[in-house]
């Protein structure tokens, strides 16, 4: 038998769908290196929103510089922790801008925006 096969068989109970299977089950989470990544940047920003400063008391929202599908978009380095009224402004800039059809690519859209909420502190 293939190592990797993927033989099981589907029967209906109650109406759900129910899989028997002789290959050990395996997590489907995907957001265990996200979070983790999330944690590092809490760490490297000290708790503290990346755009205003704004002390974290626990938990800030995370704005992805890179779309969805690319890979490397839950490193350390692509994600950015900012508090809720940060996040609300820029994501709204960013999605106002990304609606428009001759738009640049997101990560570019991103950084405009980032680097134009920072030269707005000066």
Sequence with gaps: ???KSTHYRMFRLFGWRVYISREPLKSRHRSDTRKSA???RM???GCACESCGTHLSQYG???HTLPKGHEGRNSVDELRVLCAECFKRIQSQISRRCYDAAAPEYSEIVSSVLAAEKGGEA
């Design 1 to 3: 038998m293939n190592e």
């Design 38 to 40: 999330y944690r590092q």
């Design 43 to 45: 760490d490297l920003t």
């Design 61 to 63: 929202h995370i704005l």
